[in-house]
């Protein structure tokens, strides 16, 4: 696998970077979009390895999935190409290839998948989204690793309480009770961007649709949806990564195309960090003051803080000036990124799903190993701001969410080069 060298404790840090299109908006939008038999066009999707596995696994089931140029791509589903088995490999590259099942389901009456097994951060079942498809109407047989629901008639609207606000759920949900017979009430729904991103996506498809954000979403069932064209928002994760960058390093940075009010916790955080920030249309710009104060952090669904910077915000607190504490709430295990930053020398200890941080004045470069995408962001981050050289190891990690990274980096004046 490829790896990242990077010379850190630079003294220039900083400048301006465009945020791209958020991942994990444009997977599930990517998903719904077979939901109509015409030409749907998605802009602003980035170009990452997810992205492009979405692709492949749409043509596998029949569809048309095409990237048009960088950031564009079109999508359509007449008729169904359902393999008898699903190929696993293919599958299991990206979770959120979950996703396909709601509008097969909801099209053809059938899918069949292979079951998305546990990752680095946690076992990451899918019962949530397995009975919202019952409750709907539809059969679920599970057996040999993989999934088949079928619904011979057409699904039908239900109530639905979710015990935990997943994601994945919500949308699979969502996807699903658009063209389902009646009313889908999803409560304890998930209320992140990308679900709101979703519904505006899906209502311009003509879907009716209310409460996204919130925690109560109700769907209204149509009998047919049609093409749009979509410009997916910009990358909230993303966005932290590079302030987070900044907060360590003490350079400015400017954030174009982002979406202030989807980094709220962050940038709450980094306030009470010492941080300044000033907000204007869709940028943002951090001026860090000096050394960050420590902080407590704990990971919520939305609008808590996102469990997909906890790891980022913990290579910051390894140099912040005090004692900090994260505790994370979403995943059972996700501090794999702990043990690599305790080998460039910070102070952590962890108990249970919660770390402490002991701020150390400057971390120390060497080898790391990136064990899932947001750990391999906190190692870079951690890396640029440690002294000497750092190699990050396993960068195809990263690179599955991060679009055109190692060049944004350069040109925020960071020293950086990929060898294999
Ligand atoms: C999505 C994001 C991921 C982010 C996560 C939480 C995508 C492609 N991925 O993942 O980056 O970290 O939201 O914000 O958008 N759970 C169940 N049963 C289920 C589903 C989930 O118990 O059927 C549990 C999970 O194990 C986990 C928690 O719910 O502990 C949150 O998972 P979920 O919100 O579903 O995350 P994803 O949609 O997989």
Redesign the pocket.
């Known amino acids: 696998m490829a790896k990242y060298i990077i010379s850190g404790a630079s003294s220039s840090f900083g400048g301006k970077v465009k945020i791209s299109g958020s ?3 444009a ?2 939008i990517m998903a719904a979009s077979m939901l109509t038999d015409e030409d749907t066009i998605l802009d602003n999707v980035p170009c990452l390895s ?1 992205t492009e596995t979405m692709l492949k696994i749409i043509r596998t089931t029949g569809g048309i999935a095409e990237r048009d140029n960088n950031n564009s791509v079109h999508i359509s589903l007449s008729k169904p190409k359902q393999k008898k088995k699903p190929d696993y490999e293919l599958y299991s590259k ?3 290839s ?2 396909i099942m709601s509008p097969l389901l909801a099209k053809f009456g059938h899918v069949k998948l292979p079951l998305p097994g546990g990752c680095k ?11 919202g498809f019952s409750a709907m109407g539809a059969k679920i047989k599970q057996g040999h690793g993989y999934v088949e629901v079928t619904c011979k008639d057409e699904l039908k609207g239900s109530k639905i309480y ?10 699979n949900i969502m996807i699903a009770a658009t063209l389902a017979n009646g009313t889908t009430i999803i409560e304890n729904a ?1 209320g ?1 961007p ?1 679900i709101v991103d979703l519904a505006h996506f899906l209502c311009e498809m003509g879907a009716d649709i209310s409460g996204a954000g919130t925690d109560t979403v109700v769907i209204k069932g149509v009998s047919r949806l049609h093409k749009t064209n979509h410009s997916i928002i910009p990358d909230r ?1 993303e966005a932290g990564t590079f302030l987070i960058c900044s907060a360590a390093t003490g350079g400015e940075i400017k954030l174009e195309g982002a979406e202030p009010n989807h980094i709220k916790p962050l940038l709450a955080k980094l306030g009470e960090m010492g941080c300044d920030y000033e907000i204007s249309d869709e940028s943002i710009t951090l001026r860090p003051n000096g050394r960050p104060k420590a902080v407590d952090v704990k990971t919520m ?2 609008p808590g803080f ?3 910077l906890q790891a980022q915000i913990m290579s910051l607190l390894t140099v912040a000036e005090g004692n900090g504490m994260i505790v994370e709430t ?3 295990n996700r501090f794999s990124h702990i043990p690599e930053l305790c080998r460039m020398g910070a102070k952590i200890k962890t108990e249970g799903n919660a770390a402490f941080i002991e701020g150390v004045q400057r971390l120390s470069g060497t080898c790391v190993k990136a064990t899932d ?2 750990a391999g962001a906190a190692l870079t981050v951690a890396a640029i701001k440690a002294s000497g050289t750092s190699e990050v190891h396993d960068i195809e990690h990263i690179e599955r ?1 991060y679009e055109n990274f190692v060049n944004k980096l350069r040109s925020l004046g960071v020293v950086i080069d990929i060898k294999d």
């Not at 951060?121 to 009975?131: D, F, S, V």
């Not at 979710?162 to 994945?168: A, E, K, M, R, W």
């Open positions: 991942k994990n908006a997977l599930p997810d990206l979770r959120g979950v996703l951060i946690g076992a990451r079942p899918i019962n949530l989204h397995l009975k979710l015990d935990f606000p997943s994601v994945g759920a919500t949308e998930a992140e990308e994760i669904p939305h996102p469990t997909d979403i995943f059972e995408l947001r969410g």
